[in-house]
């Protein structure tokens, strides 16, 4: 309980300066959203990211794309020049007073500046590093430059997804940066309750390629265990377990092997199931050497039901199916309503409050959301600047003519 | 049964015990890297569950199941329920992820077991949370993805949807569940205090669709798939190309002038690099149809690899498109020491994935593969909870520890 009698976020206390730029701004919007004070520092003008789309009211502005609004939700904004000398200066009494550093720069940036791991440790011994490259700090390839794609590529993602007779293809979004966000959060989480024990911070390297590398369910597994090198295979899971089907509305998605006997008796009830009904094809070996012709017959009868009416059917019969929805749907979704997963968070430039995807999970002793939208540029430069470091007015306007800040 | 006491890896989360009811893929992937790093996770199996993905000794158990203990237990018994509540006394955490009324079936909910462990953290990751008009809905890697948005929009315009050809949403709820645990963690260290986590494996993916879910409330405008082009990346080329041999490909993804430059120069400055509707990035990206079939021309006549040397070489950011044999032999993972090998007492050496995260000094030194169906049966039920040898064998004849 903080003075106010308000219970405190899970991660309250615990400093963080972010100077990640799309690869790994989410690692420390997820430590903010559950209570991190995080301190976002772009260099002077803003940071690269806000140049990426989609933009509100799809024109491109720094301060109306909506992919970095969602990325740095909760976190304070300042600007600051690392390459110039007076920056570094500022940037080491923030490292002094900070427990994370979460960065993106290529390898060795940092160091060059006079900034690397040991001039920052020796700052403050129990600094923990969190550096987020396409390939990680070390490695022949450490100084390759990558973006989503090329992470996604590499990392063995793109090769099955994707039909068998198209180009493969990359799974929407940038989630190769989503991931590695992710294990640098829990990085993070585990460097500071080693610190508890041993006093001292810690470097953690973080590669995207690896990232998706441990994402990718059952590629090394095959190739490990029976060396099979899996490839794609359009609308049909790795393991023929599911497929996506066309119904009369859009596509459902369909599990092929479950529950056999009670889909085919739903179907028979319609008068659908066809050859089906043969007492072979209970034998799920039978099964998955005609599956062609199984999801054939499935097809026809996928296509004169709505994908809704399948999958609320379904579901009563424990069916693990579902409509394959738009970002319109997924908005308008009943499930996601009712539990409050949508926050509304409040941007008074534009006069108006945007609903924000929140967070996944709900902690008894974590306050409800009440969320603030990312910072403008540079927005809490006088906060942290002259209430957290004590800098004058005077200072501060030197530092702005030296373009430091 | 083998009478086998490892200790386990003394990591960063050593003396952090974890009473696992987790399975098949999302709830282990979370335990996993909890193991990793050396907490005793303690897998609870029994003889009828031990089946498909949860079988010890496929490959897909031993690889999402390493660094962790199996003891059995047949939780339709009732004397189950009292074990548990042993189990939870002794340990610092309670993780699942079944349907929502399973644990309570049991008996063994957060309400009950709070009672036996006042500061237990318990996280529970349905597929749709614990709450809501959907909550007893199965819910699969898959189905999450289909409802995600991610399906839909991870294909080719004017195609069926095909998604991604594995289940993602997985490891996505898996990642999101070891930060809940390791999150609470820090929080009990700080006050005392215990808690109940309530984690959506369906909203954890919905968490990756965040500029999407924007852009669609805010624009109001469909949003139609885009294969592998993306009108928000200020980036042309940007894509897939075909490359020489059977199945190679190469991406490319050139963000400004220079690098155009570099890409021109490395292709030869053939005419076509010249031309007007090719003279900036908004051009570009109008005319990219054109500016993809052009380049693919270039790339079909050599590898990936050597279009993607030379790109890197100048600055431009390429990449191979791996499959699994490309990864198993990948010369940079493998300087990065990525890929391991790790002793199974049936499967023999297997090969697995370290960890993306890499600290300093790394914990694998002592990790060890999938347990035995109850190969742990001794050390948690005669030396963690003190059974005498007669209740265990007891307990075994009637199949509660089974």
Known sequence: MNAKGETEGLLSGIRVLDLADEKASFCSKLLADLGAYVIKIEKPGGDPSRKIGPFLGNSAHPEKSLFFFHNNTNKLGITLNLENGAGREIFLSLVKRTDVVVETFPPGWLHELGLGYEVLSEANPKLILVSVTGFGQTGPRSQYRACDIVASAFGGQMYVSGSPSSPPLKPFGEQSYYMASLFAAIGILLALRKRHHSGKGEHLDISLQEAVVSSLEHVMIQYFYEKIVPTRQGALLWNNSFSILPCKDGYVLISLFQQWETLVEWMDNEGMAQDLKDEKYREEEFRRRHLDHIIEVLQGWTKTHTAHELFESGQLMRFPWAPVFSPKEVLENCQLKARGFFIDVDHPEIGASIQYPGVPYQFSLHPSNRWKRAPLTGEDNLQVYQEELGLSEEELQKLSSMNAI | ?402
């Open chain 2, 1 to 402: 049964m083998r009478f086998r006491i490892i200790q386990m890896n003394r990591g960063i989360l050593s003396g952090i015990r974890i009473l696992d009811f987790t399975w098949v893929l999302a709830g282990s992937y979370s335990t996993r890297i909890l193991g990793d790093f050396g907490a005793e996770v303690i897998k609870v199996q029994s003889k009828k569950i031990a089946r498909g993905a949860e079988s010890n000794l496929t490959g897909y158990f031993n690889h999402w199941n390493r660094n962790k203990r199996s003891i059995t237990l047949d939780m339709s018994f009732p004397e189950a329920k009292e074990i548990v509540f042993k189990l939870t006394k002794r340990s610092d955490v309670v993780i699942e992820n079944y349907s929502p009324r399973v644990m309570s079936n049991w008996g063994v909910n957060y309400e009950t077991l709070k009672e036996v462990k006042p500061d237990l953290i318990m996280v529970s990751m349905s597929g749709m949370g614990q709450t809501g008009p959907w909550r007893d809905f199965v819910a699969f890697g898959p189905t999450l993805q289909a409802l995600s948005g991610l399906t839909y929009l991870t294909s080719f315009p004017h195609e069926p949807p095909t998604g991604m050809g594995y289940a993602y949403a997985d490891p996505v709820a898996g990642l999101y569940g070891a930060l809940a645990v390791l999150a609470a963690l820090e929080y009990r260290d700080k006050t005392g205090k215990g808690q109940y986590v309530d984690l959506s494996q369906y909203e954890a993916i919905c968490t990756l669709m965040g500029p999407v879910l924007l852009d669609r409330c805010m624009n109001h405008e469909d949003i139609f798939p885009q294969g592998n082009h993306s009108k928000d990346i200020p980036a042309a080329p940007y894509g897939c190309y075909q490359c020489s041999g059977i199945d190679r490909w190469c991406v490319i993804a050139v963000f400004n002038e220079t690098e155009w430059e570099t890409l021109c120069q490395i292709l030869g400055r053939p005419d076509w690099t010249r031309e007007e509707r090719f003279s900036n990035l908004s051009k570009r990206k109008e005319n990219r149809e054109d500016l993809d079939r052009f380049l693919e021309q270039w790339t079909r006549k050599h590898p990936p690899e050597e279009v993607v040397y030379r790109l890197q070489k100048g600055g431009v950011s390429a990449g191979v498109v791996q499959n699994a044999e490309n990864l198993a032999n990948d010369p940079h993972l493998a300087a990065r020491n990525f890929f391991l090998q790790l002793e199974h007492p049936v499967l023999g050496k297997t090969v697995s994935d370290t960890s993306p995260i890499q600290f300093e000094e790394n914990p694998w030194a002592n990790w060890r593969g999938a347990p035995l169906l109850g190969e742990d049966n001794r050390y948690v039920y005669m030396e963690l909870l003190g059974f005498t040898e007669g209740e265990l064998s007891s307990y075994l004849e009637k199949g509660i520890i089974g």
